[in-house]
């Protein structure tokens, strides 16, 4: 069931929503309503083995966006029930993905498994600005939307089911983006995925990293020249010489928020690192320690954050 919703659902919806967005020159346009054709690494990244620059979806930070994506939600909920089945050649989220691999392709499973990560992960960052105090001007409803999303009951339907797919994406994404190698590691979807985070939230500039393109353009021009990603869209009154690089663009303009955003980056991090599915339980036994375990950490959590009453 998983393996056909995710290539006659999910890929085909995704194949035909990307087409919608496309990049937009910086110089004919507002900096909130810019769309790069590409997101740059840092120069930390590109100097260990990852190209200067990524390919992804052009968004912009006045992109709009819905907190509901159904059919990803549905998915999750499959993977969810996925992770407690025995991970063997008939079951199990390594059978999964290899079906996908076989059944898609190289090129097609690593766009379906961008758009696993893009989507989800558009809401995540969303949902941490608005709670940064970026998006004030769309009222108490907006952060109404953004407390069911990220709080429980319904963070398990919602924001739980957005991080798992980021997760199920980084173990899918080995197509490494570099005119090198391409090894059949998950290191590629982690930095993959810890570098969009830093440009969807806005702090990549912040942290103090630079931009690998403005340092490596010769690399920036071979690389966009093979294919690896989307070169940058010029302005109509540009000449065909001009060389335009990939940049970044963050919505905070002070201090304060920006530190918002970070805390909110590393919250991410940890929630990415540690909120993991459970091992498939070998019996009954061992089923229901999982679950006492699972009921045990939510109390110590729930109590952690404050005073509670026995009812809470």
């Known amino acids: 069931l998983s393996y056909h ?41 590109a100097s260990n083995g990852t190209a200067v620059a990524m390919h992804h979806l052009p968004v912009a930070q006045n ?24 991970d063997d050649a008939l079951s199990g989220i390594s ?40 998006w004030r001007r769309n009222g108490a409803g907006l952060s109404d939307q953004v407390l069911n999303y990220s709080e429980p ?21 080995t197509l490494n983006q570099s005119p090198n190698s391409t090894p059949q590691a998950t290191d590629v979807g982690m930095a993959f995925f810890v570098n969009l985070l830093l440009h969807r939230l806005g702090v990549f500039e912040f942290c103090g990293l630079r931009r690998a393109p403005d340092e490596f353009i010769s690399r920036y021009v071979e690389e966009t020249e093979k294919g690896l990603y989307t070169a940058e869209p010029k302005a109509k009154d540009s000449s065909s010489s001009d060389l335009v690089l990939p940049s970044s663009y963050s919505p905070a303009n002070d ?16 929630i990415f690192t540690s909120e993991l599915p459970q091992v498939a339980p070998s019996d009954r036994n061992k089923h229901t320690e999982q679950a006492r375990q699972r009921l045990h950490r939510e109390v110590v959590h729930r109590l952690a954050s404050g005073p509670k009453t026995h009812s809470e």
């Open 5 to 45: 919703i995710l290539l006659d659902g999910v890929f085909a919806w995704q194949k035909k929503e990307m087409h919608l967005y496309q990049a937009t020159p910086l110089q004919s346009t507002e900096q909130h309503k810019f769309a790069p054709g590409s997101l740059p690494f840092s120069t930390v990244s």
């Open 63 to 86: 992109t709009s966006f819905s907190f509901h994506l159904p059919l990803h939600r549905f998915i999750a909920g499959c993977l969810r029930e996925l992770c407690l089945r025995r």
């Open 95 to 134: 059978s999964l993905l290899q079906r996908l691999s076989i059944g898609l392709g190289d090129k097609d499973c690593d766009h379906l498994f961008l758009g696993l990560m893009e989507f989800p992960l558009l809401i995540v960052s969303r949902a941490a600005q608005v709670r940064a105090g970026l």
């Open 153 to 173: 009951p319904f963070c398990r339907t919602m924001r739980d089911a957005d991080l798992l797919l980021v997760q199920f994406s980084v173990l899918g994404r």
């Open 255 to 270: 201090q304060a928020s920006f530190l918002v955003l970070l805390e909110e980056f590393l919250y991410c991090i940890i």
